[in-house]
């Protein structure tokens, strides 16, 4: 169903309500599905109309859709059964546990066999955890509660929960606009028409001569609604507008996210919201600047009612088995619910400056390095995971010649200067610093301590209150406001001035740049409460309305772009916290839980698309955006001020808080944790040979931002692109720092690997149905495998918890089973007429592991992983699918190679392809995104490599492989890619190499080349901290290079893994390679005979061989010696 057809439906619903025609109301909302209305629930809830209720729910979900539907199913039934047995009819109860509740035996057959239990007692209240249950009426009252916040937390029901804001009677407005302008069109217009009949079209029957009324002023079918709220912007966005015209059209300036999220704000992917959410049903960590994924429902009857236009959600993969019991009354009800979990709460680093820190913020792409700005004008980077601060410098004007006259006086009358505001740029490479006194300084970041001076701008007259950077034109700016009350737009490369905005009529507080639309846009915020908004351009403010507070307010859009926030606090020191909706200019809601009198201006900041958090009486408070009530508060161990500077880093892992005397708090949660433990021990290296001087464009920037060595310093933003389409976070990921150290006076041997007693291997139970594995990957939790067959058909392997895994991760020391939901069906794609083994296969798994988009030659399938049930089928062939990656940053977007040569940049959401990539002249083999340059690397069966923007999708560069002399590339010759986490250089593999390549100029850092009488590579893979190269040959052989200097530390041979049963002539040998997501010694192989085997080194050894020693000191950009997949001691050579 198309949007506007979907919009219909919601105006039928307006109308069959002002009508009264309750029932129809209700039956269009359920079999629709568009909108869950939420108050006819709780009634129908509140009366016992269980019939209805289940009804209601199944045209928006079913049972088995996933752990949140399954759950409120399960509630419902549970006080059906309990009313039953509370009012002794036996039978009733019965028919209810077997009809209804034994469903949920498959997966808690303990639970089950408790609910029966109660059938034995003379009252149910006798179990312990039903003793506080009362009358019917507080346990439904109880019940609801809990039913409200799954169905606000399950992702089936977003976007569903809130009916759309309409003017009353907007269907009857739609039809008199047309009959008006229907009558406009009459030859013969009558000025007071009998409209009889809106079947067919209206004309005027007999001519008078008169002409036709206006519109405007003659409705047909009585009066037109009165717009309700704030005039729209330029008759199309979100505020009063002022004289000053539009001069070009701002159509949806409000209505969609953007692509990216405003840089000054910090925060990552989204979260599920709700006012709280059950611990065991929270909603997973995801990658960073992931903005909202709105996945397809989880039925396939849904699907096709439903279908077009689709979307991806982030729905949650709980373990089948798991199913919490929580009884209404029971006293451990309160813990099952704790969406706090995921803040950052426990002091993990206590760091002093030096001065009072006034302003921080985290580096974008390394998110470990915290920029501080103080109330002396000192500035700090710290290193807070290894807690070294690699600068400080002291405040000094540059060049104090180039300043005005008032500047210089002042600075003599008071030498004093605070930092206001300190940021850095989207990429990193750059970092602003706004002062008391008139002074912009802008630094460029070159890695590890290297920090030089780019611009410094006499920019205010009196103070520069903040600063911000922004891409109007993709042309990087800096923005910066003051006490002289003006706001300035200044080229970031060169400091010249583009933009004066004038109209407040006091200084100008803070600036909020943003975009949507392609329509670039500035919030200001002044002294005296006003909000206005600006245009690159010299038409004047577009808006002009009061924050509550009136005085200093700080405004922030979520990670995601879609929700807008406000921060103020008034001179008498209320603060308030708000939610604006943008389309009426009005304030959405407002957040509880402040002192009364705040003793200091409150600052705030956004995480995860989900959570606020502002300093406020001596403590950090935090709200979940779709609640009101405070949601917790952290007095961080105390020795706070009365309102903390605070900043999140990207990821919402660490948050930074100011502390007294001259103090920083660094507060993480269970990731942040495991991010500053990679440090322990370590002492940052700060002898990175130095890259070139970062230009300002997007791509170099970020190069000189993470440095040129590849075994730098962990981003611990960043993702890996894989080769089997998946995006990960690296959150979790233990990266080593440094290599080993080596002692040179022993000579370096080849760690060679023959027998199964060298290392851990495991083979996977099998399918017999399966002959041939075609693609590997492991799921983002690091807990199962997933494989793809050459005949189509998905196997997942899921580790379980245990005495011998607490953990329940991916290990070869414990088997796991190969899994199936209770249904029993598999997950089969779509093929093609042709013999499916003979199609080439692909697959990309969702970033929280809930869904898997695959094809085998025919339509491309996505699948519920949880139920293996078909969601959708979508682009028949030909051409056929050959590869598949989903968009970092949005997973409606997918690239899809295909066996044409294309690449196809397909919205999911609209069913629309919006791009198509052509550079390539065979099929596409590999794609790879990196976020951090906002580019997609494709390689193809032409042993050619290309990079497109992931902007505007035009083609940047392209160049061939480097290939042997005499070996051109073959019809089979499959070309991968996938990225390093420093996302700027990526792996390269061919049949012929293996490679590593810098992506801002294309050029080859470092190669591998196989021997030409070796067997050729099969497939090659990063581990998970990019430290090693694990490479599959096809005579079935495993190599482990060290990845820096891509040589061979390590040799696992076929007689290591592979049964002595196997005759030599069948040529068994892996096909697919795979790396666990967060044990970077961990990898697993896909075989030739449908076999998968996983591999970790002894515990005793702990890791796979030891690098060779360096060569003449170095072992950088160097093309190393061609080693055979299997060979002689000469490898190193």
């Known amino acids: 169903m198309s949007s506007l057809s979907r919009e219909l439906v919601f105006l039928i619903l307006q109308f069959l309500d002002e009508e009264k025609f309750k029932e129809t109301v209700h039956r269009l909302e359920q079999e629709s599905g568009f909108f869950f ?58 028919e209810i546990l077997v009809k209804d509740l034994k469903v949920f035996a498959s997966f808690n057959e303990e639970l089950f066999k408790e609910i029966t239990q109660l059938l034995t007692l003379e009252n149910f209240r006798e179990n312990e955890q039903l003793s506080k249950y009362g009358d019917t009426k507080s346990a439904r009252a109880i019940m609801l ?25 907007r269907l009857r407005t739609l039809i008199n606009q047309s009959l008006n302008w229907q009558h406009q069109l009459c030859k013969t217009p009558r000025p007071n028409p009998d409209i009889k009949t809106l079947f067919v079209d209206h004309s005027c029957g007999q001519p008078n001569g008169a002409r036709a009324p206006s519109p405007a002023s003659n409705p047909l079918l009585g009066s037109l609604p009165k717009a309700g709220g704030f005039p729209p912007l330029g008759a199309h966005g979100p505020f009063q507008p002022t004289q000053a015209q539009v001069p070009t059209p701002l159509a949806g300036w409000m209505s969609n996210p953007p692509a990216v999220a405003h840089p000054a704000v910090s925060g990552s992917a989204i979260g599920l919201g709700g006012p709280s959410i059950p611990a065991a049903l929270k909603h997973p960590r995801t990658p960073p600047t992931n903005p909202s994924l709105d996945f397809p429902s989880a039925d396939s009857e849904h699907a096709s009612k439903r279908t077009r236009p689709m979307g991806l959600t982030d729905e949650v993969n709980l373990p089948v088995n798991v199913l919490p019991v929580s009884f209404p009354g029971h006293s451990g009800h309160s813990q099952a619910f704790n969406p706090s979990d995921d803040l950052p709460k426990t002091v993990a680093r206590n760091l002093n400056q030096g001065s009072s820190p006034m302003s921080m913020d985290f580096h974008p792409i390394q998110q470990t390095l915290l920029l501080v700005g103080t109330n002396v004008g000192d500035i700090g980077l710290w290193e807070v995971g290894s807690r070294d601060k690699l600068v400080l410098k002291n405040f000094k004007v540059w060049d104090l010649s180039a300043c005005s006259m008032s500047l210089q006086a002042a600075l003599v009358k008071d030498p004093g200067v605070s930092v206001n505001r300190v940021i850095w740029s989207p990429d990193g490479s750059l970092f602003g610093v706004a002062y008391s006194r008139h002074i912009v300084q802008i630094y460029s970041y070159h890695g590890s301590d290297d920090v030089r001076q780019h611009l410094e701008i006499d920019a205010h007259v009196g103070g520069v209150n903040d600063l911000a950077f922004s891409s109007p034109n993709k042309q990087l700016c800096v923005i910066t406001c003051g006490d002289d009350k003006t706001i300035k737009v200044w080229d970031a490369a060169t400091g010249a001035k583009q933009y004066t905005f004038e109209g407040h009529d006091a200084p100008v507080y803070s600036v909020c740049p943003h975009y949507k639309e392609n329509i670039q846009f500035i919030f200001s915020t002044a002294l005296d409460g006003k909000i206005k908004a600006w245009l690159y351009d010299n038409m004047g403010s577009r808006v002009d309305y009061e924050a509550p507070g009136r005085w200093c307010t700080t405004m922030a859009y979520s990670a995601d772009g879609t929700r807008l926030f406000s921060c103020g606090t008034s001179k008498e020191g209320e603060s308030h916290i708000v939610e604006w909706n943008e389309s009426e200019g009005a304030v959405k809601r407002t957040y509880l839980g402040f002192r009364k009198r705040s003793l200091g201006v409150v600052q705030f900041d956004t995480t995860k698309n989900r959570f606020l958090a502002a300093g406020d009486d001596f403590s950090i408070k935090y709200w979940d955006m779709d609640n009101v009530q405070l949601l917790t508060s952290v007095e961080a161990d105390g020795n706070l ?35 500053l433990r990679t440090f322990e021990n370590l002492s940052y290296d700060a002898r990175a040979p130095e890259p070139p001087k970062p230009a300002l464009n997007t791509i170099t920037a970020a190069v000189a931002a993470s440095g040129a060595a590849l075994a730098d310093r962990v981003a611990s933003g960043g993702s890996v692109s894989g080769m089997n ?23 370096w041997k080849l760690t060679e690997i023959s027998e199964s007693s060298q290392c851990r291997s495991l083979k996977l139970p099998e399918n017999m149905r399966v002959t041939k594995i075609s693609r590997l990957i492991y799921t983002n939790s690091g807990s199962a495998i997933l494989a793809l067959a050459s005949n189509a058909i998905h196997l997942l392997w899921k580790w379980q918890r245990g005495e011998r895994n607490s953990n329940g991760k991916a290990t070869a020391s414990v088997a796991p089973q190969l899994w199936q939901p209770s249904s029993g069906i598999l997950m089969t794609n779509d093929v093609a007429e042709t013999n499916p083994e003979e199609s080439v296969s692909c697959f990309a798994l969702s970033k929280n592991d809930s869904y898997v988009m695959s094809a085998s030659g025919g339509k491309i399938s996505l699948f519920n992983m949880m139920t293996f049930k078909t969601m959708t089928t979508f682009m028949p062939p030909p051409p056929a699918a050959t590869f598949l990656a989903f968009h970092p940053q949005d997973n409606n977007i997918i690239a899809i190679g295909m066996d044409d040569s294309s690449i196809q940049i397909y919205n999911v959401r609209i069913d629309e392809v919006k791009s198509k990539l052509k550079g390539h002249s065979k099929r596409i083999t590999g794609l790879a995104f990196s976020h951090a340059l906002s580019v997609l690397v494709s390689s193809g069966a032409d042993a050619q490599i290309c990079v497109w923007s992931s902007d505007g999708w035009e083609k940047q560069r392209s160049r061939y492989l480097q290939l042997p002399p005499g070996r051109p590339p ?25 490679a590593i390549y810098e992506t801002t100029k294309l050029e080859c850092a470092k190669q591998w080349l196989a021997r030409e009488s070796s067997a050729p590579i099969s497939h090659a893979m990063f581990s998970c901290d990019s430290q090693l190269v694990y490479a599959s040959f096809l005579d079935a052989t495993v190599c482990v290079f060290t990845a820096s200097n891509l040589r061979l530390r390590c040799r696992i041979n076929p007689s290591a893994y592979l049964s002595p049963s196997v005759p030599s002539n069948t040529n068994v040998h892996p096909l697919v390679i795979a790396a666990h997501p967060q044990e970077p010694n961990q990898f697993a192989l896909g075989l030739s005979d449908g076999a998968v085997h996983v591999f970790e080194p002894l515990e005793s050894e702990g890791k796979w061989g030891v690098p060779p020693p360096a060569e003449n000191g170095s072992t950088s950009n160097v093309v190393t010696t061609p080693v055979g997949g299997s060979g002689a001691e000469q490898a190193q050579r």
């Open 37 to 94: 209305n939420m108050k006819y629930f709780e009634d129908e809830v509140h009366n016992g109309n269980w019939d209805e209720v289940e009804k209601y729910l199944s045209g928006f979900t079913k049972v088995d859709d996933n752990r949140y539907s399954m759950k409120i199913f399960f509630e419902i039934r549970k006080q059906k059964y309990l009313e039953a047995l509370d009012k002794h009819d036996r039978p009733k109860a019965v």
């Open 970 to 994: 073959t019809a089979q010759s499959d070309t991968r890619v996938q990225f390093h986490h420093d996302q700027i250089h990526f792996l390269v593999v061919h049949d012929t190499q293996l």
């Open 145 to 169: 509660v809990e039913l409200k916040k799954l169905i606000e937390a399950n992702p089936l029901f977003r976007d569903k929960l809130q009916f759309p804001n309409l003017k009353n009677s």
């Open 641 to 675: 001020p009365a309102s903390p500077r605070i900043r999140f880093n990207k990821d919402g892992t660490l948050l930074a808080v100011s502390a007294n005397e001259n103090g920083i708090k660094i507060l993480a949660n269970t990731d942040g944790l495991r991010l």
């Open 725 to 747: 389409g998946d995006t990960r976070s690296m959150a979790d990921v233990k990266p080593r720092i440094t290599e080993e150290i080596n002692d040179k006076s022993k000579v």
